[in-house]
């Protein structure tokens, strides 16, 4: 299997708080984790893409500033979501790869993120 | 920037019949892609990929057909279920070495199963 959880799955918080997110590959070694961002009713947008021990690779437009991504280990990436704002609720999902190159990826449930 | 569409945002089909689901990509370059479903409120499901050596893969009830000349993945659903009832996104990838692969979604359409 390829199974990839999250946690929490709903969080809900008061701006100007941080939030972290875990994402955690249970069955296999992720050398590879992606971050997406996905609003209601639209396609998934990557936010960054991080290597076990390296600092993560953040796409055009994405503050790793606000966004913090760590990947300590080959089954562990966290996501934190620094002074949060009600601009930032969303649905935060993660997925992971086995390979470095072109490996399919698998997807968390996603954390459902609220800033009041 | 390159992009992945979709041709229909929903499609309906009845209970028991076929599914195509259609998705146009502009990058001929690319040559990885994958059919995820996302049920509301859940991350998306592998379904199926194809890698650009073949053109027709076949999975249980389902198969991706791809045709490069123009630029064109198909998702067919053999006797579609209510279960498959979902919103549904091609992706592509572009070769890559010595950097970490990434998927470039499409905008996704809605799959409805009446019963």
């Known amino acids: 299997g390829a199974v990839v959880s999250q946690h929490p799955s709903r969080v809900i918080c008061k701006s100007g708080t941080s939030v972290k997110i875990e994402c955690r590959s249970l069955d296999f070694q992720a050398t590879t984790m992606f971050w997406y961002r996905q609003f209601p009713k639209q396609s998934l947008m990557l936010m960054a893409t991080s290597n076990e021990g390296s600092k993560a690779t953040y796409e055009q437009g994405v503050e790793k500033d606000k966004f913090l991504i760590n990947h300590a280990s080959l089954t562990l990436s966290t996501l934190t979501v620094t002074s949060a704002h009600p601009e930032d609720s969303s649905f935060y999902i993660c997925?992971?790869?086995?390979?470095?190159?072109?490996?399919?990826?698998?997807f968390g449930p996603g954390t459902r993120l609220l800033v009041l | 920037g390159e992009s992945v569409g979709l041709h229909l945002p929903t499609l309906s089909v009845q209970e028991g019949d076929n599914s195509i689901i259609n998705c146009a990509y502009s990058?001929?370059?690319?040559?990885?892609f994958i059919w995820y479903k996302q049920e509301s409120g859940k991350g998306p499901q592998f379904i199926i990929d194809i890698r650009s050596n073949m053109d027709k893969r076949q999975g249980q009830r389902v198969t991706v057909l791809l045709n490069k000349t123009v630029k064109h993945l198909s998702l067919q659903i053999a006797a579609t279920q209510p279960g498959d009832s979902a919103v549904y996104f091609c992706?592509?990838?572009?070769?890559?070495?010595?950097?970490?692969?990434?998927?470039?979604f499409g905008k996704g359409i809605t799959l409805s199963v009446r019963p």
């Open positions: 992706a592509e990838s572009l070769p890559r070495t010595g950097a970490n692969s990434k998927l470039t």
């Open positions: 990058n001929s370059a690319s040559d990885y």
């Open positions: 997925s992971a790869s086995r390979g470095f190159h072109q490996e399919t990826q698998y």
